[in-house]
């Protein structure tokens, strides 16, 4: 059985794709490499993604890169993206992972840093102990923090709360809520980091800033705390632990959106 699965949009990802396969193979993790679209064969990856045992999944993708959100969609295992960039210098795709609607959290890397998404498969892969919520110093007030203790509790999992932390213990899984304009800063570390940049009112030339920023650690959207949490979930759930709340949350996803159908279709009849 594969322990991670990697999925790529398109062979001419190579350039990404191949030193990612390399780091596995130096640390000895075993995986399953498919060539599968979002957009031109998605049967096949649908049957692709519900029909592995992998624990992880890696998924890349240039353009509008679909790819790991629709991955997402299919799975309660952690999604770590990896967009690769060709237009916009990877803009696009970075946002496409990242900017995920709330519920199904991609966990990102910058453009093209294969490297940093083998670390964290190969951190998960040796098991996490607990979460540990991070505030930074001069960071703005935001809904996020509360959003992603909110989403922990219902979900069952405890957390520790740091300030301004080091990431000390690569045991721990930390949830870091930074202000964007910070967040190039955050100390680099052999830790598993899920940066939620956290910002009041944003702009279109924010996402410039918040795709610098992401040269390191994995992301979630911009004040997304509870795909913050969601994602620490799943990336503690390599053993199954919290398979049942997982799945309980995305039936109750699924169900809340059917009703708002149903209730729009009933009204437009009328």
Known sequence: MPEVLVVFGSASDANVFEPLLSEFQSSKTSFDFRVLSAHRTPKELEKAVVGSDAKIIVAG???????PGV???HTIRPVIAVPCGSTFHGLDAFLASVQTPSGIPVLSVGVA???EAAKHCVNALK???SVVLVERTGTESSAAPAKCEEK???????FEEETDSNYSDPKKIFIDFVQLEKAAALPETNATVIVCAV???SSASDSMEFLKAAGKHLWVGLNRGENAAIAAVELLNLNGKFDSVLDAERKNLREKLLESDKEIKNKLAK
């Open 61 to 67: 993708a240039g353009l509008s890169a679909a790819l």
């Open 71 to 73: 991955i997402a969609a």
């Open 113 to 115: 840093k294969s490297s």
């Open 127 to 129: 098991g996490f102990s």
């Open 152 to 158: 922990l509790n219902e979900l069952g999992v405890k």
């Open 199 to 201: 910002k009041g009112s």
